[in-house]
């Protein structure tokens, strides 16, 4: 029974922001205008903030795990590689295949893994999942550009990702964060109080525009696809990441950090890189809102499963 309450404990931050964001939505208290402004200030500004905060008040000596980063890494240069040779042969449509490829690997890890680190390990101890996200965004980012591009006959165009990446605001705030923590520059407390207060509101508002973004219609025309792309990312994915994991002997905020990357639904961008770069966008959306809503249910089993095993 405490294993059961706990892993509702750590779902509860996720579920209620997601569920009042929609119900609002439902009853036009918010307007879809509104709701994409607030999320470019929350994915330019609240989020970095946060991201930031957390790793240069982290203990660089207790986060930072060689074979813990080499282990995510590879899992997600293996699984994009993998999932990759299964649509291209089981997928006839070339629109579809792209979204399915990156709908499979690429995981909202921002969203979902800080507010999971938080709730089970606390605020002082996530630098490990802050860290590998400095690391796993860009990742992403590049792999799903070299798939949508390749399934739609071009050839990727490698200046457009780099500067893609060295301009993204997630990936620019870990950067500031680990010069601040390397350098042991001190952050004089006012400011530090006010990036706290500030960052705080980022998980919350970023899961409560989520929820306000969803729309459940259209799934019908690709509902194989979508149940294809579900199974792989919410269920064969963290099965065999989490094992291995597990084995290597990760245990507490190292295998939290595994469970938020690999069984977290699919990344928000997704949606806007299949609309830039051609691909079934309608397909895209549903794998965002569809995946977004099982996972809350998926997680909840993972982390029963792994409380029971001694996991953390």
Same mark, same amino acid.
């Given at each position: 029974?405490n294993?059961f309450?706990?892993?509702?404990?750590?779902?509860?931050?996720?579920?209620?922001?997601?569920?009042?964001g929609?119900?609002?939505?439902? =009853?036009?208290?918010?307007?879809? $205008?509104?709701?994409?402004?607030m999320?470019?200030?929350?994915?330019?500004?609240?989020?970095? #903030?946060?991201?930031?905060?957390?790793?240069?008040?982290?203990d660089?000596?207790?986060?930072?795990?060689?074979? =813990?980063?080499t282990?995510?890494?590879?899992?997600?240069?293996?699984?994009?590689?993998?999932?990759?040779l299964?649509?291209?042969?089981?997928?006839?449509?070339?629109?579809?295949?792209?979204?399915?490829?990156?709908?499979?690997?690429?995981?909202?890890?921002? #969203?979902?893994?800080?507010? #999971?680190?938080?709730?089970?390990?606390?605020?002082?101890?996530?630098g490990?999942?802050?860290?590998?996200?400095?690391?796993?965004v860009?990742?992403?980012n590049?792999?799903?550009?070299?798939?949508?591009?390749?399934c739609r006959?071009?050839?990727?165009?490698?200046?457009?990702?780099?500067?893609?990446?060295?301009?993204?605001?997630?990936?620019?705030?870990?950067?500031?964060?680990m010069?601040i923590?390397?350098?042991?520059?001190?952050?004089?407390?006012?400011?530090?109080?006010?990036?706290?207060?500030?960052?705080?509101?980022?998980?919350?508002?970023?899961l409560?525009?989520?929820?306000?973004?969803? $729309?459940f219609?259209?799934?019908?025309?690709?509902?194989?696809? #979508?149940?294809?792309?579900?199974?792989?990312?919410?269920?064969?994915?963290?099965?065999?990441?989490?094992?291995?994991?597990?084995?290597?002997?990760?245990?507490?905020?190292?295998?939290i950090?595994?469970?938020?990357?690999?069984?977290?639904?699919?990344?928000?961008?997704?949606?806007v890189?299949?609309?830039?770069?051609?691909?079934?966008t309608?397909?895209?959306?549903?794998?965002?809102?569809?995946?977004?809503?099982?996972?809350? =249910?998926?997680? =909840?089993?993972?982390?029963?499963?792994?409380?029971?095993?001694?996991?953390?």
């Amino acid at each position: 029974m405490n294993d059961f309450i706990l892993a509702l404990s750590a779902i509860a931050p996720l579920f209620f922001p997601m569920a009042a964001g929609y119900i609002l939505k439902k =009853f036009k208290t918010i307007d879809e $205008h509104t709701v994409k402004g607030m999320n470019k200030v929350v994915f330019r500004f609240f989020l970095p #903030l946060l991201l930031c905060r957390n790793i240069y008040q982290s203990d660089i000596k207790g986060v930072f795990d060689q074979r =813990f980063m080499t282990i995510g890494i590879c899992g997600v240069l293996i699984s994009a590689v993998l999932f990759f040779l299964f649509v291209r042969c089981t997928e006839k449509d070339t629109r579809k295949q792209g979204v399915m490829i990156q709908g499979m690997f690429r995981s909202n890890f921002v #969203l979902f893994g800080l507010p #999971l680190a938080t709730s089970l390990c606390g605020p002082n101890e996530v630098g490990a999942t802050a860290i590998m996200i400095a690391v796993i965004v860009p990742l992403f980012n590049v792999l799903s550009v070299i798939a949508l591009e390749i399934c739609r006959g071009g050839s990727p165009d490698f200046k457009k990702i780099c500067k893609g990446i060295i301009t993204n605001p997630l990936i620019l705030s870990s950067l500031l964060g680990m010069i601040i923590l390397l350098s042991k520059l001190p952050v004089p407390t006012l400011i530090d109080y006010a990036i706290k207060s500030m960052s705080s509101v980022a998980t919350p508002l970023a899961l409560f525009l989520l929820g306000a973004s969803f $729309h459940f219609s259209g799934s019908k025309n690709s509902l194989k696809q #979508l149940i294809t792309v579900l199974m792989a990312k919410l269920i064969i994915l963290p099965i065999v990441m989490l094992t291995i994991g597990f084995a290597l002997g990760f245990r507490g905020i190292f295998i939290i950090t595994f469970l938020a990357m690999y069984a977290s639904p699919t990344a928000v961008s997704s949606f806007v890189m299949a609309q830039e770069m051609d691909g079934d966008t309608e397909l895209a959306s549903q794998i965002v809102v569809w995946s977004s809503t099982a996972a809350l =249910f998926t997680i =909840f089993f993972f982390l029963m499963l792994l409380k029971r095993l001694g996991g953390f």
